[in-house]
């Protein structure tokens, strides 16, 4: 017990420094300025207001983008360890029942004009891609389900094959695309990035995110059994077909709202499992808090990165998961004695 | 082409289905046997074997169109890519996608020679239009230096030099008159170029936008950016203080919709003071000719004092 209230502690304090370290980075700013700001904000507006640039900088640009990239980092890793419990499959990730093609089909449709403008005008990009990545697992979701039990065989034929589907559409779409700096956007908006983070952004996905935390944790003893296929999940009380819907339900509605936030970011919902079942073992009750935080660390630092290696310039964020975490990740396999599940 | 007696039957026939099939594929397209070829070395530096003086010019990018009509060989273009728009002469002229190349339709236009933005064509494109006969030449433009010598330099191709020559002179006058008449400026203000409201799309280092802005008596927010053609981040723009943002904004734009993209920008002196200003971007985004119409833009809204008003 005391080992864990030390990890809590740990993690907390790793936290703070990462954060601390992630409103530094970026245009130069006086270290005295930033913390300034900081000092500011956290003890409810007290003393001296601080420069307006740097409050601007560090409170309204910097310390969202943190949070969102924390947040997202943190939830699309609890759902990727939840899908590969789901589908038994290491190549599982948030994305493989076709949410994100979905969703940066239903973004580019919504953004290039392509909608009609009764739809065009009740929906923002944000709930365009949502309500895209919920139509594409929804269709996969339909596929794959039989009369009586759920093929987890069907359901990623399914989803691959719909990520197709929608990766062809928005192809075609930003192919068609009439309007340059539009398709820009897009294109921007597709690799995924934070740089439109704001506080006024963040609640919802928060909100959701914690759920999907809470949910699957409060599932994490029927994941384990999960993980010995479903007649063993079954033997041991756990009614399977209602779990697999759940799963995909808080999937569905924790990666389409975080994809809605902030595009879509790869591989964090890939390899943050893998890496963190290597030292936390495979117990869920462990490993999906121990996700949340690597992935959100891990998608606060690529984002921090991002900033670092190209100042003054916006680099999505999803080249740099990839770039760093891959990698690492390669590594990590190779060294391991790693067995999944 | 010398035939060997011994040849037999068959490799005979290999010989003559081959060059009917020659004929056939690139006949149509080769350029007339009487127009000599001469090497020339194009801005990528590749050597392109091209016509002297061609009848038949298609232009791969809408600013090289510009620059073609610019050159006074404006009647010599076949076609153009769906892009273009300007000179309006060019609406009612054959239109073919550039953006990837439809080479079917570059071949049934029969060009002698093509020409080619090495910004936006690639030279995968020109391998393909090569291997059916047809030279193209890459133009690069970086700088307005760069820009009045393609005018010279497309003249020469096409064979309307004193033409080419004439624009190239009155338009280099016109921004020597442009720079004489900022001369004296004591204020020059900080400006921002953007290409885009959302997506801060800039004109990074070594770009003809520099020089515009400061011959229109202003300086350039992002004349020393590392990259190349950067997106801006919001901070960066914060941290500028830009005092004028000029932007290819569109129609109805105004400083509110750009606050409206980026929250924070409410400090940023342009938009306190409310000189954000929208202008077709066709004047500034094309490296062609009327870059320098654009430059006189820039200084009615810089210093609208040195500019008597229309």
Not at chain 1, 68 to 75: I, K, R, Y
Not at chain 1, 212 to 221: E, F, H, N, P
Not at chain 2, 106 to 123: C, H, K, R, Y
């Amino acid at each position: 017990m005391r080992s864990a209230w030390l990890v809590v502690a740990g993690l907390t304090v790793l936290t703070v420094l990462s954060v601390g370290f992630a409103v530094t980075v970026g245009e130069d700013l006086d270290r005295g300025a930033v913390l300034h700001v900081l000092r500011y904000h956290f003890t409810l507006s007290s003393g001296p207001p601080p420069d307006p640039t740097a409050d601007r900088i560090v409170w309204l640009l910097r310390m969202p983008r943190a949070a969102l990239a924390f947040v997202v980092g943190g939830g699309l890793a609890i759902i990727g360890a939840a899908m590969q419990a789901l589908v038994r499959n290491p190549l599982a990730e948030p994305y493989i029942l076709g949410i994100s093609s979905g969703a940066s089909a239903g973004a580019s449709l919504f953004y290039l004009g392509f909608l009609p403008p009764v739809l065009s005008k009740t929906l923002s990009m944000p709930l365009a891609a949502f309500c895209g990545g919920l139509l594409s697992i929804t269709l996969v979701y339909l596929v794959a389900r039989g009369s009586t039990r759920l093929s987890v065989a069907r359901l990623l034929l399914a989803g691959v094959a719909m990520a197709a589907l929608m990766g062809s559409v928005t192809s075609f779409i930003t192919f068609s695309s009439p309007d340059p700096d539009k398709l820009r956007a897009v294109l921007f908006w597709l690799l995924g990035s934070m740089h439109h983070a704001t506080w006024s952004l963040l609640p919802l996905p928060a909100i959701v995110t914690l759920a999907g935390l809470v949910t699957l944790m409060s599932l994490a003893r029927s994941l384990d059994a999960m993980l010995l296929g479903d007649e063993a999940a079954h033997s041991l009380g756990v009614s399977v077909e209602a779990l697999k819907r759940l799963l995909i339900i808080v999937a569905a509605l924790v990666t389409g709202t975080l994809v809605a936030a902030s595009g879509a970011i790869g591989f964090v919902g890939l390899i943050i499992p893998h890496a963190v079942r290597s030292f936390a073992g495979v117990t869920h009750r462990r490993l999906l808090p121990a996700c949340f935080f690597a992935g959100a660390l891990f998608l606060l630092w690529a984002d921090l990165a991002a900033r670092a290696l190209l100042p003054s310039q916006e680099l999505p964020v999803g080249i740099i998961t990839a770039l760093c975490g891959v990698p690492f990740f390669l590594v990590l396999l190779r060294r391991s004695t790693y067995d999944f599940g | 082409m010398v035939t060997a007696p011994h040849l037999s039957a068959w490799s005979a026939c290999q010989i003559v289905f081959a060059q009917l099939l020659l004929a056939v594929l690139c006949g149509c397209t080769q350029p007339d046997a009487d127009k000599p070829l001469i090497p020339v070395r194009d801005d990528l530096q590749r050597e392109v074997r091209v016509p002297v003086s061609p009848d038949r010019v298609l232009s791969l990018a809408p600013s090289l169109t510009e620059i073609i009509y610019a050159a006074g060989a404006g009647h010599k273009v076949v076609g153009v890519t769906t892009a273009d728009d300007y000179p309006a002469v060019v609406l009612s002229l054959p239109r073919f996608s550039a953006l990837p190349v439809n080479f079917e339709a570059v071949a049934a236009l029969e060009p002698d020679l093509i020409l080619a933005s090495d910004q936006i064509n690639s030279p995968q494109d020109a391998a393909t239009l090569a291997a059916i006969g047809l030279p193209v030449y890459f133009v690069g433009v970086r700088t307005l230096d760069d820009m009045l010598k393609s005018i010279r330099t497309v003249g020469y191709l096409l064979g309307t030099s004193p033409a080419a020559n004439r624009t190239a002179d009155s338009l280099e006058a016109s921004l020597a008159a442009l720079a004489d008449r900022t001369a004296a400026v004591q204020i020059r203000p900080s400006t921002l170029f953007l290409v885009g409201d959302a997506t801060l799309y800039a004109f990074g280092k070594g770009s003809y936008m520099h020089s515009m802005i400061a011959l229109a008596g202003g300086k350039s927010v992002t004349r020393d950016h590392n990259m190349a053609s950067p997106v801006l981040t919001d901070e960066y723009v914060l941290t500028r203080k830009p005092e004028v943002i000029i932007g290819s904004f569109g129609m109805d734009h105004s400083s509110e919709t750009l606050l409206e993209h980026h929250r924070t920008w409410d400090l940023v002196p342009a938009i306190v003071q409310g000189r954000v200003y929208s202008v077709p971007g066709d004047y500034f985004l094309r490296p062609g000719p009327r870059l320098v119409t654009g430059a006189w833009m820039l200084v009615a809204l810089l210093h609208p004092d040195l500019v008597p008003s229309p």
